[in-house]
Each structure stands twice: as structure tokens, then as C-alpha cells.
């Protein structure tokens, strides 16, 4: 059974950084794309980034470019969202998505709330 | 960047009754159309990819449409369980790959 099972949720506040996780089972985890969603408080969904397992090949939405960092840990099957310096406005649910055969997310995490408030 | 519009926002349905959701795209994403369901405190969950196949375990009560820049998701029979917002998502273009606004199905 393929589970995507993310870290717990987070109270931050402005400036601080944070690392969230994703961790991969049930299939083999470095020949899928693993993506980041964001859905902030009461609103839609959106795309943050891809990264492939296997080699580390990244890629991501222009309007979160230099915003967030994503990785993965091969040896351990887990995908990573990091924040250097955490804003107000980074306040969402954070949910990880195996990406099925195109750009889409097949299966989920259960998703990271994430709340900076000071 | 595709603009992805859904119609209507909400709509009431009766259990039993026949649902039809519409995805509009400001242009063609051929059929690289998915279709997800989000219950409340829960994950999205992929329901139909390419614009009409069905995502394994999917009920045959969910079809989905369309090519080009309209899409439709239709629940034949609406079921307790599919009371929840529904999003498509384009991903001819990505990035960014962008999702419609939602559209909430109530009970009626």
C-alpha cells in the first residue's frame, strides 16, 4: 500500500526556520516525483515544486522560487519543504503528493499545518 | 499562466440526485485534466486523471469529461460520502499547474 506520512504540525514564529518531512512507503520511492502543495486557511490548492528521489532533480513554481527549499533523503525514503526565515503569510496546511504519471498527485500525505504568528 | 474556472461555487444536491461539475480553462490543456475530491480536515484525493480515467478504486458513479478548455465531473448518484469541495487542476502547463477555485457540493 502506497502511504505518504508527513511530520507533525508547527507553531513558529516570524523569522524562524523550519524543515517539514515526508515519508514514503509501499512503493519505490527514488522513481516517483514526490511534490509540495499549499493551502492556505479556507482557500485552494497550489503547486510549490517536484523533486525526483533518484537524483535530487528539483523543480519549481515561479511563485515559490527561492521561497522554500525542497530535498529528499534516498537512504531514508523522505521528502523535505524547508524555510530559512518563516513569514506570517507561510501559515497553511502542507500536504506532499506522489506525482502519478503526469503532473498530478495519485496519493497524499494527511498534510503539516503550519502557523507563524508572533 | 492557465486560469482554471469552476461553476457553479456550491451546489445543493440531493442524495441520489445527479451532480455536474464544470472546469473551464482560459486555453486548451488538451486532456491533461485531473479531478480531486476534499472532505473537511482531509487530503485531496485524486479522483479522475486525464480528463476521464478513473483513479484506481474510484466508484463507476464518477466520470469525468471534456478536452480542450471545458470539463465536466459527474456523480450519477450522489452517495453520503461525496458531500465535499471538488477541484480540477490543469497540468498541461507546469509549472505552475493550477487548480480551479473549488466547487463545494451540499446536501440539499
Known amino acids: 500500500e502506497v502511504q505518504l506520512v508527513q511530520s507533525g504540525a508547527e507553531v513558529k514564529t516570524p523569522g524562524e526556520s523550519l524543515k517539514i518531512s515526508c515519508k514514503g512507503s509501499?512503493?519505490?520511492?527514488?522513481?516517483?516525483?514526490i511534490g509540495w502543495v499549499r493551502q492556505m486557511p479556507g482557500k485552494g490548492l497550489e503547486w510549490m515544486g517536484f523533486i525526483y528521489p533518484g537524483d535530487s532533480d528539483t523543480r519549481y513554481s515561479p511563485s515559490f522560487q527561492g521561497q522554500v527549499t525542497i530535498s529528499a533523503d534516498k537512504s531514508s525514503s523522505t521528502a523535505y519543504l524547508q524555510w530559512t526565515s518563516l513569514k506570517a503569510s507561510d501559515t497553511a496546511m502542507y500536504y506532499c503528493?506522489?506525482?502519478?504519471?503526469?503532473?498530478?498527485?495519485?496519493?497524499w500525505g494527511q498534510g503539516t499545518l503550519v502557523t507563524v504568528s508572533s | 499562466e492557465i486560469v482554471m474556472t469552476q461553476s457553479p461555487a456550491t451546489l445543493s444536491v440531493s442524495p441520489g440526485e445527479r451532480a455536474t461539475l464544470s472546469c473551464r480553462a482560459s486555453q486548451s490543456v488538451s486532456s491533461n485534466l485531473a479531478w480531486y475530491q476534499q472532505k473537511p480536515g482531509q487530503a485531496p484525493r485524486l479522483l479522475i486523471y486525464?480528463?476521464?480515467t478513473r483513479a484506481t478504486g474510484l466508484p463507476a458513479r464518477f466520470s469525468g469529461s471534456g478536452s480542450g478548455t471545458e470539463f465536466t465531473l459527474t456523480i450519477s448518484s450522489l452517495q453520503s460520502e461525496d458531500f465535499a469541495v471538488y477541484y480540477c487542476q490543469q497540468y498541461n502547463n507546469w509549472p505552475p499547474g493550477t487548480f480551479g477555485q473549488g466547487t463545494k457540493v451540499e446536501i440539499k
Open positions: 486525464g480528463a476521464s
Open positions: 509501499g512503493y519505490s520511492f527514488t522513481t516517483y516525483w
Open positions: 503528493a506522489r506525482r502519478g504519471g503526469n503532473y498530478y498527485g495519485d496519493y
